[in-house]
């Protein structure tokens, strides 16, 4: 027998069994068996209401360790903070009813009931919770904030929650290159378990060609779980020449489509005087004057004849 026919045997043998089962219930609450959540997130407990027909929910409770986190009674809410149904707009007629937790505490770790009936029959099933803590992405800001004179000294804070263990924070600048040794690391553990950490970097003369500072949050076993960058907030520098460059900038822009059309109308109006003189001459004027326009004409250019061939062979 092959394994593909022996698995089909068994998958059936299950499921005869399960229907056997659910042949004495006409309702099932089928929840996920584990999940797993992280400190400072939201968590979802699965569990959803199995009927061979549509089903009117009645009620729904959900506990941990006999307090409970959730009620929904004939048409009523009672929920904890921080625990509701994960369906936004849960009503009775959704099966889905999953719990969700809102800002997951180490302490919600372990064993949840969640109790259902409904107008075909009741259930009642589990699911546990298990919670990790991570590094959330670091916060950073610096002292002084804003307005940093060239070569002063800056302090710049990189700060995280949220692990496990202690964990370490990292620094470097824009060019990779790592300034850890200088930074001063303080961890703390918090009430609720996980480590909340502040470095403080203080850079001696900040100089606006190296701005961008970066600072990255490892875990006990040195893997990154978070980073962050930080730009340092120089003063604006020469200030007023850059106000005069943008005026004189703002002048130039409108001055010189007004030089252009000028200078073209000047243009035009010179074209057409000389054209209706020379046209008025020559209306009075033979042909044989008229070479002798063209080299008065010629003549009123001197840089334009002394650049002729003919002159410069005659300087030579
Ligand atoms: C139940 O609702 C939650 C929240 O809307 C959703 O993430 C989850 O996938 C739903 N479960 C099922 C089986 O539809
Ligand atoms: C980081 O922590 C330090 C020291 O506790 C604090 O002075 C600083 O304001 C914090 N920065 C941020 C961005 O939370
Ligand atoms: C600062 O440097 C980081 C890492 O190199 C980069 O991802 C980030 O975009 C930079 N930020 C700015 C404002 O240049």
């Given at each position: 027998?092959?394994?593909?026919?022996?698995?089909?045997?068994?998958?059936?043998?299950?499921?005869?069994?399960?229907?056997?089962?659910?042949?004495?219930?006409?309702?099932?609450?089928?929840?996920?068996?584990?999940?797993?959540?992280v400190y400072g997130?939201?968590?979802?407990?699965?569990c959803?209401?199995?009927?061979?027909?549509?089903?009117?929910?009645?009620?729904v409770?959900?506990?941990?360790?006999?307090?409970?986190?959730?009620?929904?009674?004939?048409?009523?809410?009672?929920?904890?903070?921080g625990?509701?149904?994960?369906?936004?707009?849960?009503?009775?007629?959704?099966?889905?009813?999953?719990?969700?937790?809102?800002?997951?505490?180490?302490?919600?770790?372990?064993?949840?009931?969640c109790?259902?009936?409904?107008?075909?029959?009741?259930?009642?099933?589990?699911?546990?919770?298990?919670?990790?803590?991570?590094?959330?992405?670091?916060?950073?800001?610096?002292?002084?904030?804003?307005?940093?004179?060239?070569?002063?000294?800056?302090?710049?804070?990189?700060?995280?929650?949220g692990?496990q263990?202690?964990?370490?924070?990292?620094?470097?600048?824009?060019?990779?290159?790592?300034?850890?040794?200088?930074?001063e690391?303080?961890?703390?553990e918090?009430e609720?378990?996980?480590?909340?950490?502040?470095?403080?970097?203080?850079?001696?003369?900040?100089?606006?060609?190296?701005?961008?500072?970066?600072?990255?949050v490892?875990?006990?076993?040195?893997?990154?779980?978070?980073?962050?960058?930080?730009?340092?907030?120089?003063?604006?520098?020469?200030?007023?020449?850059?106000?005069?460059?943008?005026?004189?900038?703002?002048?130039?822009?409108?001055?010189?489509?007004?030089?252009?059309?000028?200078?073209?109308i000047?243009?035009?109006?010179?074209?057409?005087?000389l054209?209706?003189?020379?046209?008025?001459?020559?209306?009075?004027?033979?042909?044989?004057?008229?070479?002798?326009?063209?080299?008065?004409?010629?003549?009123?250019?001197?840089?334009?004849?002394?650049?002729s061939?003919?002159?410069?062979?005659?300087?030579?």
């Amino acid at each position: 027998m092959t394994s593909a026919t022996s698995f089909l045997i068994v998958v059936i043998h299950l499921a005869c069994i399960r229907s056997g089962d659910s042949s004495e219930k006409f309702v099932n609450l089928e929840c996920n068996e584990e999940s797993h959540g992280v400190y400072g997130q939201q968590s979802l407990l699965q569990c959803n209401v199995k009927a061979v027909k549509k089903v009117t929910i009645l009620t729904v409770t959900w506990k941990r360790v006999e307090a409970l986190l959730l009620e929904y009674n004939q048409d009523t809410f009672n929920p904890t903070p921080g625990f509701k149904f994960a369906e936004p707009s849960w009503n009775k007629k959704n099966t889905n009813v999953s719990l969700l937790l809102t800002n997951t505490k180490m302490a919600d770790t372990g064993e949840y009931t969640c109790m259902v009936r409904t107008d075909s029959g009741d259930d009642t099933a589990t699911t546990s919770l298990s919670v990790t803590a991570k590094y959330i992405t670091p916060t950073m800001s610096s002292i002084p904030e804003t307005n940093i004179e060239e070569n002063t000294g800056v302090t710049i804070f990189c700060n995280s929650t949220g692990g496990q263990q202690k964990g370490s924070i990292r620094w470097f600048d824009q060019f990779r290159n790592d300034w850890t040794r200088s930074a001063e690391l303080v961890a703390k553990e918090t009430e609720d378990g996980p480590f909340s950490l502040s470095s403080k970097f203080k850079v001696q003369k900040a100089t606006s060609s190296s701005t961008n500072y970066t600072c990255e949050v490892l875990n006990v076993n040195g893997a990154v779980e978070g980073m962050a960058s930080f730009v340092i907030q120089f003063a604006p520098r020469d200030s007023g020449r850059k106000a005069d460059k943008l005026d004189s900038d703002s002048t130039t822009n409108w001055l010189a489509p007004v030089v252009v059309i000028g200078s073209l109308i000047i243009g035009l109006l010179a074209a057409l005087l000389l054209f209706k003189r020379r046209s008025a001459r020559r209306d009075h004027q033979t042909d044989t004057r008229h070479d002798g326009d063209v080299e008065a004409e010629v003549s009123l250019c001197p840089g334009l004849n002394s650049d002729s061939p003919q002159d410069q062979r005659n300087s030579l």
